[in-house]
C-alpha cells in the first residue's frame, strides 16, 4: 500500500470516528479499516493517533 492510500485510509478512520455514530455499518467499517491497517503496518491505528497527538 502506497503513502497516499494509507493516508486515505486514516483520514477516512478519523472521520467516521468523529461522528461518533452507533451504526452497524460505520462499526463493521472501522473494524475493516482498522484491520487493513494492522496488515499493512504492523501496528494498530489507535496506537498510532496516540503518538501523533
Given at each position: 500500500?502506497?503513502?497516499?492510500?494509507?493516508?486515505?485510509?486514516?483520514?477516512?478512520?478519523?472521520?467516521?470516528r468523529?461522528?461518533?455514530?452507533?451504526?452497524?455499518?460505520?462499526?463493521?467499517?472501522?473494524?475493516?479499516?482498522?484491520?487493513?491497517?494492522?496488515?499493512?503496518?504492523?501496528?494498530?491505528?489507535?496506537?498510532?493517533?496516540?503518538?501523533?497527538?
Amino acid at each position: 500500500m502506497k503513502k497516499a492510500e494509507m493516508k486515505k485510509l486514516l483520514a477516512e478512520y478519523n472521520k467516521i470516528r468523529l461522528k461518533k455514530i452507533q451504526n452497524e455499518k460505520i462499526l463493521d467499517k472501522l473494524k475493516e479499516i482498522e484491520h487493513r491497517y494492522f496488515h499493512e503496518t504492523g501496528r494498530t491505528i489507535k496506537s498510532d493517533f496516540k503518538e501523533i497527538t
